[in-house]
Structures are given as C-alpha cells and as structure tokens.
C-alpha cells in the first residue's frame, strides 16, 4: 500500500469498520504475524507533586489529587528489588515535575537502580520532564540527556507527547513542553543512538484531524531517526481532571484509531494497545486492528488509575498470557528492546 497523505487518512478513517480493520491487520501481518509481544515489567511513579497544571491530570496533587507524595530513594529501590525478585526486566518511571526534588534525586535514582541491578532496562523520563528539568536547573537539553546517559537510563518514554496542535495543546496542557521542542528532544535522544516510545492522548477535545496530523509530525521524525520503537495512542481518561469532557469516546472511534495508527505509521514498527487506558478487553479486540504489543504486567500504576483507569494493580504475568493465546494470538514476551526473549 502507498503511503498514506493527510487527506487519504481522513478518508480511510470513515471506510467501513471492518474493511479498515482488515486493512490494518495486514499491515500488522506484515509486520509480526500472529504474535503479540508483551513485556515483564514495573511501573514507578516517584512524586506526584507538580509545577505544570494540565487540565486532564488527575494524577498530580496540585490538581485534583489531594494525597501528595515523593518517595525517597530507598523506597523507590524497595520497588525495583521486589518487583526484580519476581522476574521483571524493565522498570518505567515517570514522575510529575516537582520544582522541590532536586536534579540530583531525578538521576540519583537512576544511578542506584543500575548499580544495584544493571540487568534491569530502566525507561525514564518523558520529553515533558526533560524539558522541565532543563528550565528548571538551567540546562540544555543536551545536558539533560547526556546526564539521563550516563545515570543508566537506557531508553525514553513516549510520555508527554498529548497531541501536538498547538491551539488543542494549549487548552489541554499550556505551559509544558511544546510539540516543537517535544519533537527536538527525541530528536537529541535519537541522535544518540538512543530508543523511545511516543504517545498519543486521544478522546478528549480533538478530532480525527489533530490525530492524523500528530501522526504525520512523527512519521517525518522517524524518517530522518528511525528511534522510535512503538506508537502507544493513550485512551483519554474521563474522572478526577478539569477537562471536564462528559462522553467518554465510542470503542468504535478507539478501534478505528489504532486501524489508522497502524496504517499511517507505516515506518514505526510496534503498536501498542496500552490495555492500562483502553481496558483489557479492548485491547485484546485491539490486535485485530492493528496492535502488536499489550505492554506489560505493569505491577502498579498510579498516574492512569487517579483518573479512573482499572490498572492500579496491574496484571498477573500467566493471566496476561492467557488472555492473549484465548485471543488467538500468539504471546510473545520481550524485553525493552522487542528482543524475543520466549514464545509462549
Ligand atoms: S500531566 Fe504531568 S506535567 Fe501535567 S499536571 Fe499532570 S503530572 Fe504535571
């Protein structure tokens, strides 16, 4: 299939449902067969004390949340060396921009973690943070991510993306990083012979327009990098934020939205159903439409549950490989670099 333009998207968008999904399962196909990876991994959240005041947030305290936290090192190394014990090869930390914290407890964290264990993949620091920290402590980004290097990150969430249209952006999240400097930050991080992810935060006060533009803005990144590893579109959750959307968007609208994500991403190779925002059972359907990649156990998760998603728990590791072999796929787990690691 050609590569799609803007225009061409817009109109594949509204194709009948099936044939869009049928579509999009080919590409998959192409891509991965039948298999659907999935990782053993362990979210961390350390603070949720924040500068920014994003209207959908409900995870910092000073939005709506009113139990306001910052963990000290050793709990969060309590986390890893549990969740390290029980098998896990990747830790993901994302935490709000805390103006209090100090430079030196972002990346110290970093530095214990691979100390102690340096066979853990650690995934941290969004663009948002990395921008945040820049201004906060005066840096470039460049500083930032040659520190981010050298305290053991190895790659970078796709966290803080939102949606790039800059009047959507504006309502949504005024006053965190831009979608230019977003886009320059991976860039950098690229450059360095670095992996990231990118999201998408869908189901709010944008349209299929905005979607697809986001879309195309990281397509022409990965043309000239190649660094991303997976597309992770984020269901916009409904309670505890001042966004104050009423209707939560149709699976229908999701469904379509991973079809044209697999679809107009023809360069990035993994999509995933981030079953954390979408339910579990919506993302199983997922794999149908596109979607190559469940993510993870999870363990526990904080910033998506604050806002009314059911992933404060995660899920058990046999369950997860159930649900995707019930589905008719094949479960394959992976580490933070879509090495095969088993098939199960
Ligand atoms: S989304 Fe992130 S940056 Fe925005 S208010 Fe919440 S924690 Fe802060």
Not at 36 to 65: E, G, L, M, Q, W
Not at 119 to 126: Q, R, S
Not at 211 to 234: A, S, V, Y
């Amino acid at each position: 299939m050609k590569r799609l333009s803007f225009d061409d998207a817009m109109k594949m968008y509204d194709m009948e449902f099936f044939d869009l999904a049928e579509l999009a399962d080919a590409k998959r196909k192409s891509l991965h067969g039948k298999k659907t990876y999935f990782n053993s991994n362990r979210h961390i959240n350390p603070t949720n004390v924040c500068k920014d005041v994003c209207k959908f947030c409900a995870y910092s305290a000073s939005r709506k949340n009113p139990h306001q936290y910052t963990m000290e090192h050793e709990e969060i190394l309590e986390i890893v060396k549990n969740a390290h014990a029980r098998g896990i090869t990747e830790v993901h930390i994302v935490s709000a921009h805390n103006p209090t914290a100090g430079l030196d407890w972002y990346m110290g964290a970093f530095k214990k973690i691979k100390a102690a264990y340096p066979d853990i993949h650690i995934k941290a620091l969004t663009a948002a943070e990395v921008n945040f920290l820049a201004q906060q402590y005066d840096k470039s980004y460049d500083e930032i991510l040659d520190m981010m290097i050298d305290s053991g990150v190895d790659s970078m969430p796709g966290g803080g993306a939102e949606i790039f249209d800059e009047k959507v952006r504006d309502y949504i999240c005024k006053g965190k990083v831009t979608s230019d400097q977003w886009i320059e930050i991976h860039k950098k991080w690229h450059q360095r012979g670095k992996k990231s992810n990118v999201t998408m935060l869908f189901g709010h006060v944008e349209n299929r327009a905005h979607r697809i533009d986001h879309m195309m803005r990281i397509r022409d990144l990965q043309d000239e990098t190649g660094g991303f590893n997976c597309f992770i579109p984020l269901v916009y959750q409904t309670e505890n934020n001042f966004l104050n959307v009423k209707e939560h968007i149709t699976a229908n609208e999701i469904l379509r939205t991973m079809a044209m994500s697999r679809l107009v991403l023809d360069n990035v190779p993994n999509l995933k159903a981030y079953w954390v925002t979408s339910t579990v059972n919506l993302a199983l359907i997922s794999q149908e439409f596109g979607a190559n990649d469940m993510d993870g156990t999870i363990e526990k998760e904080s910033i998506n549950s604050a806002a009314g998603a059911n992933s404060a728990n995660g899920v058990q590791f046999d369950e997860f490989v159930q649900l995707i072999k019930n589905s008719g796929f094949t479960p394959v787990e992976r580490d933070s670099s879509y090495n095969e690691l088993k098939v199960w």
